[in-house]
């Protein structure tokens, strides 16, 4: 079964600076990846994801991540933080065969001015 | 429309009562989903339907009991719950279940408060 492990419950970054939060995933072949966002109380958004092809995924509001087999990553990155990107982030993965998404355990991402 | 939605948005119940959660999408979405999201905890998989039949239920206790009576529709009937099942229910949907590469759309959730 496939799990997934986002070291950093909280990270604190000023507005303007980049922005880097990380995934690691355990799964015996290559997944299915995806960041998704979390404002208070509400549902979550899909920022981007992964499935073959360009390690370098772009998705929405200006973030990239990129997948590492060799690592086991697939790390979340901003060049620059907007005070709008304060929220909880979620790291996914999906096996390739079957529909259930494991999550991980969240990184809140605070921005200070 | 690309929206999932759900009513209520919030529901305070006791232990006896019975209550239902709704959610709607109108995306012609085939797979349609139930997370449980306990406070700072990431969403846990319930349910999933497709097309409109129950293909996964992830060992949840018989006093959760989804329905979904159409492709758009999904309600997850509740009763005698328990304290400690007050958490946020999100409901999503996706195109087709069988490809985890599916996008999903969440819908705001329900916060359930169970006294």
């Known amino acids: 079964a496939q799990s997934v492990t986002q070291p950093d419950i909280h990270i604190t970054v000023s507005e303007g600076a980049s922005l880097e939060l990380r995934c690691n995933y355990s799964?015996?072949?290559?997944?299915?990846l995806f960041w998704y966002v979390q404002s208070p109380g509400q549902g979550l958004q899909l920022l981007l994801k992964y499935f073959s092809g360009d390690t370098l995924v772009q998705g929405i509001k200006g973030f990239e991540a990129e997948f590492k087999r060799s690592q086991s990553s697939f790390n979340l990155r901003k060049p620059s933080v907007h005070w709008s990107d304060a929220a909880e982030y979620f790291c996914?993965?999906?096996?390739?065969?079957?529909?259930?998404?494991?999550f991980g355990a969240g990184t809140i991402l605070r921005v200070k001015s | 429309d690309t929206e999932v939605t759900q009513t209520p948005k919030h529901l305070v119940m006791g232990m006896t009562n019975k209550k239902s959660l709704k959610c709607e999408q109108h995306?012609?979405?085939?797979?349609m989903y139930w997370y449980k999201q306990k406070a700072k905890k990431p969403p846990e998989l319930m349910f999933v339907y497709s097309y409109e039949k129950l293909s996964i239920n992830e060992s949840v206790p018989s006093r959760f009991s989804p329905e979904c009576p159409n492709s758009s529709l999904l309600n997850l009937h509740l009763h005698a719950l328990q304290p400690e099942d007050s958490a946020l229910y999100l409901c999503?949907?996706?195109?087709?279940?069988?490809?985890?590469?599916?996008?999903?759309?969440f819908g705001s959730g329900t916060q359930l408060s169970v006294l």
């Open positions: 996914a993965v999906g096996a390739r065969y079957g529909n259930k998404l494991v």
């Open positions: 999503a949907s996706s195109r087709s279940e069988g490809a985890a590469n599916e996008k999903l759309f």
């Open positions: 995306m012609g979405h085939r797979a």
């Open positions: 799964y015996g072949a290559t997944p299915y």
